[in-house]
């Protein structure tokens, strides 16, 4: 048994064809510059109709181009009761953006506001990347949690990195899908690395974030890939004290009592 | 999703591509074919007629993706792609995976007419060298006669082409994926054994088997990158075994897919043209 509950987020960066867009005009975007096109050709279905075969509900960090040119795909999450979180405007380095920042996590914002009808209260940065501006802007536009860092199992404060007010859900690099896809590891050694990393947290307890793309390169949205996070998902939710909540749940039941329960089973 | 309809008693068509390679990748790149970078003279040494022997014990037609320039230098090897029926479709003259701008039209042209004298037909299949194209590229493949271009890794079955919002006539998009059914990102990305890339690829078939789906593998017959060498190219033997398991899958040619998908083009539309 473990030592404390231990509690799984589902979140999924609906990446399509933004992160080409940075760098190339529209007709460029073919062939080995059109993996982004798989989410939403088939990726998000398949990521759609996994989390509802288990009854899972997820956050989706959205980058608010993709809402605006997929405005049906966001329709299709809310609609299944997921949550929305915002992932920047266009895939942009955040580390890079200097003055341009505040302008572009603003946009975002609003955009992602009027499309879902209400304020985004997560976000996580595209590609990771951060300036030290990144969280006082998002808390002035009122965020109530960050979900980029990768240095802790459990939520913590931000007020001491800036984020006055925010909460912090960490993710694991091991457990986002792009990290070995990205490397062109196969499907048995991701798996592999995911079973292993979750049993030994499962043993000390506390949270477990899994961060799935849509796409069909560094991406779960394949036949073959879905199938595997079916397969993690298995392991996962028959473990003994084992429950699931989205990110927004987390960081708002970590304020509530400082800690990390179980969730839903 | 589409209404996919194969060929009557068939649930999954299966495509095994292998793109030619030689050492005309390295020559277009501006550099010389010497040394450790001598792996693609290994396509004409060994690594196509490997495969071609494997093809005929296994009574499998196949498609070959042959550089304009290996057609030159191979001639004979490439005639008996052909003679024995497996396709001959067209991958740049010297695997150009840069942009070619003005200049490629007359660069899909030489290639084109080289594939046509080697062996007696005109190609009518191309997949980009590289995985890059244009709207000048689908124009001209469109006016040479071309049916299918195999580049593109947006989705899991064959579409009617579109450019830029445009649907191409009588021409199909028949999807590859360099990420994940191709030798080149386990052997020069991960470095993965042949035997867990044989795991992986069974995983990838049985997934798309069961979406009654196509499979369309990648595979490149020289050293280095490639699946020409003798324990790379046994799991290909064992892949074969494994799909030959399944009575309702059937080994197909990349153009005989695309004309059967041209017989009733509505049925391959996509719904959105994103």
């Known amino acids: 048994m473990p030592r404390q509950a231990c509690t799984l987020c589902v979140s999924v960066n609906f990446h399509g064809t933004s992160l080409e867009r940075q760098n190339f005009p529209h007709e460029k975007l073919y062939a080995k510059f059109g993996y982004g096109r798989y989410t939403g050709n088939v990726g998000h279905q398949r990521v759609r109709s996994l989390l509802r075969d288990r009854g899972l509900k997820a956050t989706y960090f959205v980058p608010a181009y993709e809402a605006q040119a997929q405005p049906w795909a966001i329709e299709e999450i809310m609609a299944d009761g997921h949550e929305i979180a915002s992932h920047g405007f266009m895939m942009e380095d955040l580390g890079q953006a200097g003055e341009k920042e505040g302008e572009l996590l603003g946009q975002a914002h609003e955009f992602l506001t009027r499309l879902t009808g209400k304020p985004p209260r997560g976000f996580r940065a595209p590609h990771g990347q951060m300036s030290a501006c990144t969280l006082p802007i998002l808390s002035r536009l009122g965020y109530f949690y960050d979900a980029s860092f990768q ?21 694991n690099e091991m457990l986002i899908d792009a990290t070995l896809y990205g490397l062109n590891h196969t499907h048995a050694r991701v798996l592999k690395t995911w079973i292993e990393e979750f049993d030994a947290a499962w043993e000390e307890g506390g949270l477990l974030v899994l961060t799935l793309h849509p796409r069909s390169d560094y991406g779960s949205g394949r036949a073959s890939r879905i199938g595997l996070v079916a397969r993690f998902l298995d392991h996962v939710l028959t473990r003994e004290n084992v429950g699931w909540q989205t990110c927004g749940e987390v960081a708002a039941a970590w304020r509530a009592g400082g800690n990390v329960g179980p969730g839903r089973p | 999703m589409r209404n996919i309809v194969w060929p009557q008693g068939v649930k999954c068509v299966v495509a095994l591509t292998v793109d030619s390679d030689g050492p005309c990748c390295e020559i277009g790149q501006k550099v010389l074919p010497l040394g450790a970078r001598a792996h693609g003279r290994y396509s004409g040494k060994g690594g196509i007629q490997r495969y071609l022997d494997l093809f005929a014990r296994e009574n499998i037609p196949a498609t070959f993706y042959v550089c304009g320039h290996d057609a030159e230098a191979w001639p004979d090897l490439v005639r008996a792609i052909a003679g024995a ?104 990305v991960s470095y993965t054994p042949p035997s867990e890339v044989l795991a992986h690829w069974i995983e990838e078939f049985d997934a798309i088997y069961r979406e009654g789906g196509y499979f369309n593998l990648t595979l490149h017959p020289r050293l280095g990158y490639g699946s020409g060498s003798p324990a790379r190219s046994a799991i290909i033997r064992r892949l074969i075994a494994h799909i030959r398991q399944y009575s309702d899958a059937r080994f197909m040619r990349m153009i005989d897919i695309a004309d059967w998908c041209l017989r009733e083009p509505a049925r391959w539309a996509h719904g959105r043209i994103l």
């Open chain 1, 151 to 171: 240095d802790d199992f459990r939520p913590y404060a931000l007020d001491g990195d800036g984020g006055t007010g925010m909460v912090e859900i960490p993710q």
């Open chain 2, 85 to 188: 029926g497996h396709e001959v479709a067209a991958h740049g003259y010297m695997h150009e995976n840069f942009e070619l701008g003005e200049a490629e039209p007359a660069l899909l042209e030489k290639s084109h007419d080289i594939l046509t004298a080697v062996t007696g037909g005109p190609p009518r299949g191309w997949r980009s060298p590289g995985g890059r194209k244009s709207a000048l590229t689908m124009r001209t493949l469109q006016r040479l006669g071309y049916r299918y271009d195999s580049s593109e890794k947006d989705d899991d079955f064959p579409y009617l082409a579109e450019f830029d919002g445009q649907h191409l006539e009588g021409f199909m998009e028949l999807p590859n994926n360099t990420s994940s059914l191709d030798d080149f990102p386990f052997y020069r």
